[in-house]
């Protein structure tokens, strides 16, 4: 009985580790200071990377803007960040995952088909118009893509973290050096039709 409790101690505080690891940590000041003796000032809470969608060029491929803790120190601590994500007609924002944060994603123009997938393999698919809200759960497999093939889209994602991570489904599989036969095997296909993929992946000379 006193071993069984000790695993189950021993379980929990193991969950509660992983928790806090995978969680933005808690600060117990108003904000941090990119350096102890810093002199903070406004400059340091302001984020200047999103001008370049006021009057720039709209792009011809699937664009993303962030601002998460990568681009914008400020986030350390605060598990907010942001992104900006432009779509061309016909384009897709591939199969992903964000494993430290659920994405609340509002369309601004056009439409879209959105979706994810859930740990029971049920998909769950939207088309969405200008104004509405879609939320993409933690660490599920999801997409968005325009079907329009005259108008282009605009959306803006937040996150409940100052640092999402992203992993992109396809480059992940093929594009990390995973045995081709794994691959076969997982994905219940040949060697042949892997490196197909694999190629069609490769980065352009």
């Known amino acids: 009985m006193a071993s069984t409790l000790k695993f189950i101690s021993l379980l929990?505080?193991?969950?509660?580790?992983?928790?806090?690891?995978?969680?933005?940590?808690?600060?117990?000041?108003d904000f941090i200071k990119p350096t102890p003796n810093a002199t903070v000032n406004a400059n340091y809470f302001t984020f200047t990377g999103m001008r370049a969608l006021v009057g720039g060029t709209p792009p011809t491929t699937f664009t993303v803007l962030k601002a998460t803790l990568a681009e914008f120190p400020a986030l350390f601590g605060q598990s907010v960040s942001y992104a900006v994500l432009q779509f061309p007609s016909g384009t897709v924002n591939p199969l992903h995952t964000h494993p430290r944060s659920a994405e609340l994603l509002f369309l601004v123009d056009g439409t879209l088909e959105v979706g994810f997938v859930d740990t029971k393999n049920n998909l769950f698919t939207q088309t969405i118009q200008a104004g509405d809200l879609f939320v993409f759960p933690k660490g599920l497999v999801h997409y968005q893509y325009n079907a329009d093939a005259q108008n282009p889209a605009l959306a803006i994602s937040a996150f409940g973290s100052a640092s999402a991570g992203?992993?992109?489904?396809?480059?992940?599989?093929?594009?990390?050096?995973?045995?081709?036969?794994?691959?076969?095997?997982?994905?219940?296909?040949?060697?042949?039709?892997?490196?197909?993929?694999?190629?069609?992946?490769?980065?352009?000379?």
């Open 12 to 29: 929990i505080s193991t969950f509660a580790i992983i928790q806090m690891a995978l969680a933005d940590p808690d600060i117990i000041s």
């Open 166 to 205: 992203t992993v992109s489904v396809p480059p992940t599989l093929f594009t990390t050096n995973i045995d081709d036969n794994v691959l076969a095997l997982s994905l219940k296909t040949d060697v042949a039709t892997v490196r197909k993929l694999k190629a069609g992946l490769a980065p352009k000379p």
